[in-house]
């Protein structure tokens, strides 16, 4: 990484670590729930938290803390501009 850039780390909020903390960390899926047993109740639940909280944004519980902290900088440094990126947004 160039010398100039700086890297700012937040907080976040991730619905998925209330999974762990319900079923236990070696619960948790990967490949948002596809992984596991189609017939369980784990699975299905997976599901059910996956389309309830993670439609629109699965880490959208970072939004918040990256918004007050990138406020912070932008008003400390005295930036103009703002570029962001973020992967395509899709509507239902």
């Known amino acids: 990484m160039h010398p100039a850039i ?7 909020f991730e619905i998925i670590n ?3 903390r319900i079923f236990g960390k070696n619960k ?3 490949a948002g729930f596809y992984n596991l047993d189609r017939k369980s109740f784990v ?6 938290i996956r389309s309830s909280f ?5 880490r959208r519980g970072w939004n918040s803390y990256a918004f007050r ?5 932008i008003r400390e440094e005295g930036i103009k501009t703002v570029i962001t990126s973020s992967p395509p947004i899709l509507r239902s």
């Not at 700086?6 to 976040?12: C, E, G, N």
């Not at 699975?43 to 059910?48: A, F, P, Q």
């Open 6 to 12: 700086k890297v700012t780390k937040t907080r976040s």
């Open 18 to 20: 209330v999974f762990a």
């Open 28 to 30: 948790v899926p990967s």
């Open 43 to 48: 699975h299905n639940l997976g599901l059910i």
């Open 54 to 58: 993670f439609h629109s944004d699965p």
């Open 69 to 73: 902290k990138a406020s912070q900088i």
